[in-house]
């Protein structure tokens, strides 16, 4: 009896004390309208001593999506119709404890991708350089989204995205790059073509685009250049139709009177330069009065010399001997 008792205490105190029991998934990943949803189940946790053992579920205050139900042991399950944001609390039980959880589901339109471009050349010769890379932009209806870009078969074309999702929710950039490059050292010449896929996931039919890649012979574009198709030549003067035109009388213009060659003024003569008046200083010299002794010949200088006659030569005597007359 008293062995009962004591069970029975202390099962009501481990009652009492029982942890609470919490959801470690209370937000559920996205559901995609019209597509089937299979999620679960809800991770439950229990931070007492408690024994947690099976633990159930049941829909309390709130509304699933329509399509979906809340079944077993936290499963969601269905085809949610409409998209939206949805909230509902789920009561667990377990053997000593009880708790209320809300959870949050978030159903979106399926999304759709877009490619900016429907098909892309490429061309190129054999063993010369491979063609100019090309980029193309995605675009899709629910930002932050990643997606996924294959061309099967074509190995000799390269995908390079830049992120590989589109930008997320208030980006300045709306769509994500993506670049294609050509691999043409290991291909024959010929055409060779490629579909590139871009889809996402529950996403509606991907998005396509046709790559064309023409791979010409080694030197034909040198060729191309030395066979420039020659004009045809103009047929046979007989095979021409002769079109008589009319006489049309043509006057003569009415005649002008020539205008006037203008005289070209003279030019202007050259002025003389300016020569630069140089101011003198003019200097006055007192005048000077001799006394009368001292006029006539300076006595200094002595007398005048005067002017003598030349000597005059001996006349010639006669050989005879004559006399005088």
């Known amino acids: 009896m008293l062995r009962r008792l ?32 299979n999620q679960g189940p809800l991770v439950v946790e229990s931070s007492g001593r408690c024994q947690l053992g099976a633990t159930s579920t049941r829909l309390g205050d709130g ?40 959870v949050v589901l978030e159903v979106a339109m399926a999304p759709m991708l877009r490619v900016s471009a429907e098909s892309l050349d490429f061309s190129c010769e054999k063993g010369g350089r491979p063609p100019t890379m090309q980029r193309v932009m995605v675009s899709g209806s629910l930002p932050g989204m990643p997606y996924t870009m294959s061309a099967a078969g074509a190995p000799w074309l390269e995908i390079r995205p830049r992120r590989g999702a ?4 208030g980006a300045a950039l709306e769509t994500d790059a993506v670049d294609l490059l050509v691999h043409p050292e290991k291909l024959e010449s010929g055409d060779y073509h490629a579909t590139l896929l871009t889809y ?61 060659t203008p ?28 006394p009368e002794a001292v006029k006539g010949p300076s006595k200094m200088l002595g007398e005048p010399e005067t002017l003598k006659a030349p000597p005059s030569k001996p006349a010639k005597k006669s050989s005879e001997g004559g006399g005088g007359h």
Do not use: D
């Not at 499963?75 to 404890?97: D, I, K, N, Q």
């Not at 685009?209 to 250049?225: D, F, Q, R």
């Open 6 to 37: 004591a069970i029975c205490v202390f099962g009501v105190t481990m009652g009492l004390l029982g942890a609470e029991l919490r959801l470690l998934n209370p937000t559920l990943p996205l559901a995609l309208a019209g597509r089937p949803y």
């Open 63 to 102: 509304n699933l999506p329509t399509g979906m139900s809340l079944v077993g042991r936290g499963y969601l399950r269905g085809t949610p119709m409409e998209p939206g944001r949805f909230g509902f609390s789920v009561e667990l039980r377990s053997g000593c404890s009880r708790s209320v959880e809300q």
């Open 166 to 169: 589109l930008p997320p929710p």
């Open 200 to 260: 996402a996931w529950g996403g509606t039919s991907p998005a396509s685009t046709e790559v064309h890649l023409t791979v010409k012979p080694a030197g034909s574009s040198w060729e191309s250049l030395r066979t420039v198709p020659m004009p045809p030549p103009p047929p046979p003067a007989a095979t021409i139709p002769t079109v008589v035109l009319p006489t049309v009388k043509v006057e003569p213009p009415p005649p002008q009177k020539p205008k006037p």
């Open 263 to 290: 005289v070209a003024a003279a030019p202007p003569a050259p002025k003389k330069p300016l020569v630069p008046v140089t101011r003198s200083r003019i200097v006055t010299v007192p005048k000077i009065t001799l």
